[in-house]
Nanobody
Framework: QVQLVESGGGLVQAGGSLRLSCAAS????????MGWFRQADGKEREFVAA?????????YYADSVKGRFTISKDNAKNTVYLQMNSLKPEDTAVYYC???????????????????WGQGTQVTVSS
């Protein structure tokens, strides 16, 4: 059974940092990429960052987080991380981890590229 378990969300003041983790289990050899998306109240889910799973991994970022967030991975632990620095109130959202497989991959920024999703973890940044 494929599962994604997220952790690390919470409440932080503006300018602070948080680190999200997402552990994947089940058929892990089929992972092509892992991504992070977020959804704020009343808004659509949006792409945050992604990393391909092979080798060192190629990373992708939304313009809104570039230079502040860093995505990384530990293949041995089947875990992806999102280090979030210089957080802003507009970063407040539920953050979702997602797992993509090559069979329907159409790019890192599209929700349709991802086959499985985590339950989400709340990140709240106070001003």
């Amino acid at each position: 059974q494929v599962q994604l378990v997220e952790s690390g969300g919470g409440l932080v003041q503006a300018g602070g940092s948080l680190r999200l983790s997402c552990a994947a289990s089940g058929r892990t050899l089929s992972i092509f990429a892992m991504g992070w998306f977020r959804q704020a109240d009343g808004k659509e889910r949006e792409f945050v960052a992604a990393i391909t799973w092979g080798g060192g991994g190629t990373t992708y970022y939304a313009d809104s987080v570039k230079g502040r967030f860093t995505i990384s991975k530990d293949n041995a632990k089947n875990t992806v991380y999102l280090q979030m620095n210089s957080l802003k109130p507009e970063d407040t959202a539920v953050y979702y981890c997602a797992r993509g497989e090559i069979r329907n991959w159409s790019g890192p920024r599209l929700t349709g590229s991802y086959n499985y999703w985590g339950q989400g973890t709340q990140v709240t940044v106070s001003s």
